[in-house]
């Protein structure tokens, strides 16, 4: 195949997440966050697995960058727990908590490694869900109160800020279909949410910006719709209601100053609107830096009269769309490997909403630990087949024009898969979780070299 370069200073890292590789859930005065609470809620997570130890990220951390240090990581994506640092969410800050970021951020700097911090990454404090969590506006500006204590102690060494990762998640998987903490299964609360998060965003941009904050970015999941028949009008209708709830109820508040009408109108048949008060949709609209997208696999969806929708995850679908099940190369998730959809979700972002450079924070596969070598090493060449097939689509946006400014794989480490528990495995690090033994697995190699050509 081609030998492909990236551009100059194209940033090459990896991401991971507190909830999902940090355990020590005790330690230095953290508190229960809504994942401590739903992971102990018997038949939320895969066997009743917690975070509670997870990849004892907390201890190991020297090893950890260590390791980024070996296989050449540029950047690093790790987000803050805020259960850690707010632990009751609206009383003092605990500088303990902050410690452990303090010391997380001097390593990388030893090492010549750039800090990506994501504030948000799903762990609200378990005191703020008892008040209505994401459906209280007041966790918004709780939010902003928060981010700005981190900003105040890392500030001085953290250059790229994420406010939110995925809030289409957080809302709609939290609040809408509940297989996320908190497990709220109510279409107007997913909505509710939605409103409360970017709205929490805002407030934080605006507090960051104050501060001096350098780069300020929000983190999306953003859906490439794909119509099972592209000629067929009913599925173009599905395409633009999946696409109105997954891409532009986000990206129109935040790029375009304003929710799109049709999704105004759809919101309005599960819950009057009214938490969209006057000055939202400014303080939302927040000039950012650089604009975050995780991409995983596409969405093909059909126009269908009397279709079941899907689990809630998408209110108002019901009745109307159909999701496909993917054909083709899977995941262990299940999840349909189309590299060709990440070259059309950046090309479409960079044409819809442009003027904000974009990063890829998350791309990668969760694949079983099947093949071994003869000394144990995981040879996870289907693992480096969906890495290398992603970034080839990246380039190919690349060449299309889109300003890409980097890529993160997902993950540095197997971690805790959420409601998958232990039992997916995406890191390009093995993890044996009873030794907590970590062993590069053939992808990062792989990925090592890749990123010492600068390419493929
Ligand atoms: C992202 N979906 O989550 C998260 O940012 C990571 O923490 C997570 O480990 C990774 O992707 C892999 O799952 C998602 O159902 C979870 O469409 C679920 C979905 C998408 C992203």
């Not at 859930?25 to 697995?49: C, E, L, M, N, Y």
């Not at 999941?221 to 028949?229: L, R, T």
Request: proline content about 6%.
């Amino acid at each position: 195949m081609k030998a492909l370069r990236f551009p100059e200073n194209f940033v090459w890292g990896a991401a991971t997440a507190a909830y999902q590789i940090e355990g020590a859930a005790h330690d230095d005065g953290r508190a229960p966050s809504i994942w401590d609470t739903f992971s102990r809620t018997p038949g939320k997570v895969f066997q009743g697995h917690t975070g509670d130890v997870a990849c004892d990220h907390y201890h190991r951390h020297r090893d950890d960058v260590a390791l980024m240090a070996e296989l050449g990581l540029r950047a690093y994506r790790f987000s803050v727990a805020w259960p850690r640092i707010r632990p009751d969410g609206t009383g003092p800050v605990n500088p303990r908590g902050l410690d452990f970021y303090d010391r997380l951020v001097d390593s990388l700097a030893e090492r010549g490694i750039d800090p990506i911090v994501t504030l948000y990454h799903w762990d609200l404090p378990q005191t703020l869900e008892d008040r209505g969590g994401w459906t209280n506006r007041e966790t918004a500006e709780h939010f902003a109160e928060y981010a700005t204590a981190v900003y105040a102690r890392l500030g001085d060494r953290v250059r790229t800020w994420t406010t939110l990762n995925e809030p289409w998640c957080s809302a709609y998987l939290g609040y809408g279909s509940g297989v996320h903490a908190p497990g709220v299964r109510n279409p107007g609360a997913a909505f509710t949410a939605v409103h409360h998060l970017l709205l929490g965003h805002g407030l934080a941009t605006r507090a960051l910006r104050a501060a001096g904050a350098e780069t300020i970015s929000i983190t999306l999941n953003p859906a490439d719709v794909q119509p099972a028949d592209p000629t067929s009008a009913a599925d173009a209708a599905a395409v633009r209601l999946v696409d109105g709830l997954q891409n532009r109820i986000f990206l129109d508040p935040l790029l375009r100053a304003g929710y799109p009408e049709d999704m105004l109108e759809h919101v309005a048949r599960f819950v009057e609107p009214t938490f969209v008060r006057d000055g939202d949709e400014k303080l939302i609209a927040a000039p950012i830096d650089l604009l975050g997208l995780n991409f995983y696999q596409p969405t093909y969806v059909a126009g269908r009269p009397g279709a079941d929708g899907d689990d809630g995850t998408y209110p108002g679908t019901e009745g109307v769309v159909e999701f496909l099940p993917p054909t083709g190369t899977l995941t262990d998730m299940g999840w349909l490997v189309e590299p060709a959809g990440l070259t059309r979700v950046l090309e479409r972002i960079a044409t819809d909403y442009p003027g904000v450079p974009l990063m890829i924070t998350e791309n990668g596969g969760a694949f079983p630990d099947t093949a071994r070598t003869e000394d144990g090493q995981v040879a996870d060449d289907d693992r480096i087949a969906y890495l290398d097939g992603h970034l080839r689509a990246a380039h190919e946006a690349i060449s299309r024009g889109v300003d890409l400014r980097g890529y993160l794989v997902w993950s540095l480490l197997d971690n805790f898969e959420w409601a998958e528990g232990y039992r997916k495995r995406f890191g390009i690090v093995h993890v044996d979780y009873l030794t907590q033994r970590r062993t590069p697995k053939a992808s990062a190699r792989w990925y090592q070299e890749v990123i010492s050509r600068n390419g493929l």
